[in-house]
Every structure is written in structure tokens, then in C-alpha cells.
């Protein structure tokens, strides 16, 4: 049974808007969340990440909240840009350690130039 | 060469065949990682070596055999696979098993015929 779940396979933003990438996971033990971006060819590469003690986490562009009653997280990018174009991955870790990460399908991102 | 390297990056083999998997981080890390990235699943967890010791095997078929010689080389020993053993294999690594950001290799697409 899926623990993390990104229930949108696809997103396509215009250039210079938001883009709003969401994740959902059912263990309430979770408590460190990561998104990872990956481009075609590549290995996913971490890109931001937010502890459960936090509700918002920014970088740049980036910025990650989370919603610790609602059991969701979010990634904002603003402004979108045409290298954003990627498939975005949430992963969770909790009980079981730091090592052991839990990962989402993903979610491909067009942004449209 | 820099980050972490895999090879080689596409395998087609028999399910009669033995091949093996290579993993080279140069980060100077001590934790490394076998994922298995299968078509629209997330990615699964197989192996995880702490300074050289395997401290995680999440229920993986003897079929696929690790080896962790020293902290940068990590190796995936197959051998009589079966097609659904076909997918993406993504190596990973982090500074110990006490951190969560991992950072991946580029993977090695295999098909087992």
C-alpha cells in the first residue's frame, strides 16, 4: 500500500506562473519530507526539503508546505521557467530512519514557454 | 568524475544470464542505496549498506545479490532474473544513515528477455 501518493501525473503551467505540485501520505509517523526533481536520462536530484516541525520551508523560487493535520504537502514554484520542466518526486521518512525514504509516483511539469 | 556514477547505463540480458551492476559515488559519503523504479510505481527501496555493513534488505529476492567492497562502490550481482525484474535501477548516496537528502546516480535500464 502506497504511503505517499502525487495523484496528478501531469501538470502543464505557462512561463511566469505558479506552479502548485501536490503529495499525500497516510503515516502519521512521518516526519522529514523531501522533493527530489528529475530530468530524462538523469538521477533524481534533491531540490528542497521541509521537517515536520515547520510549515513552510522556501528557497528561491521554491517553497514547501506542509499541512501536518491534512497529511499533505505542496511545492510552489514562482516563477515557473521552461527548465522547470522535470518530473517532481515527494518522499517522505519517519519511524523507520532517516535512510529509509518513501517515495511518490511523480509528477511530470511542462511549463509552456 | 564527480556526484555518483552507474554502470553501465542500459543492460538487456537472458533470464539464464549473470551480470552485475556498478555504483561509484564521490562525494565521500558512507551510507549507499539500490532503488528499483518500476513503470508507474514509485521508487522501491531495496538495499541499504552503512559504512560498508547492509543495514537494510526491504524483502528482496535472493536473485539480486549487493556487494559493498568500501564506502564508494556498491555493486547489484543478478542473476536468474525474471522479466518483471525489468526496470529502472537507480543507486543512491548520503553522507550516513543518519541523513536524509540522498543524491542518485543516473540509473541503468534493464530488460531481462
Known amino acids: 500500500d502506497q504511503q505517499v501518493k502525487q495523484n496528478s501525473p501531469s501538470l502543464s503551467v505557462q512561463e511566469g506562473r505558479i506552479s502548485i505540485l501536490n503529495c499525500d501520505y497516510t503515516?502519521?509517523?512521518?516526519?522529514?519530507f523531501l522533493w527530489y526533481k528529475k530530468y530524462p536520462a538523469e538521477g533524481p536530484t534533491f531540490l528542497i526539503s521541509?521537517?515536520?516541525?515547520?510549515d513552510k520551508n522556501e528557497d528561491g523560487r521554491f517553497t514547501v508546505f506542509l499541512n501536518k493535520s491534512a497529511k499533505h504537502l505542496s511545492l510552489h514554484i514562482v516563477p515557473s521557467q521552461p527548465g522547470d520542466s522535470a518530473v517532481y518526486f515527494c518522499?517522505?521518512?519517519?519511524?523507520?530512519?532517516?535512510?529509509?525514504?518513501?517515495f511518490g509516483t511523480g509528477t511530470r511539469l511542462t511549463v509552456i514557454p | 568524475e564527480t556526484g555518483v556514477t552507474q554502470t553501465p547505463r542500459h543492460l538487456v540480458m537472458g533470464m539464464t544470464n549473470k551480470k552485475s551492476l556498478k555504483c561509484e559515488q564521490h562525494?565521500?559519503?558512507?551510507?549507499m542505496y539500490w532503488y528499483k523504479q518500476s513503470a508507474k510505481k514509485p521508487l522501491e527501496l531495496m538495499f541499504v549498506?552503512?559504512?560498508?555493513?547492509?543495514?537494510e534488505n526491504n524483502s528482496v529476492p535472493s536473485r539480486f545479490s549487493p556487494e559493498c567492497p568500501n564506502s564508494s562502490h556498491l555493486f547489484l550481482h543478478l542473476h536468474t532474473l525474471q522479466p518483471e525484474d525489468s526496470a529502472l535501477y537507480l543507486c543512491?548516496?548520503?553522507?550516513?544513515?543518519?541523513?536524509?537528502?540522498?543524491?542518485f546516480g543516473p540509473g541503468t535500464r534493464l530488460t531481462v528477455t
Open positions: 521541509i521537517s515536520s516541525i515547520k
Open positions: 562525494l565521500g559519503h558512507n551510507a
Open positions: 549498506y552503512n559504512f560498508k555493513e547492509q543495514t
Open positions: 543512491a548516496s548520503s553522507q550516513d544513515q543518519r541523513t536524509y537528502e540522498q543524491y
Open positions: 518522499a517522505a521518512s519517519g519511524e523507520a530512519g532517516a535512510n529509509n525514504l518513501f
Open positions: 503515516n502519521s509517523m512521518f516526519d522529514y
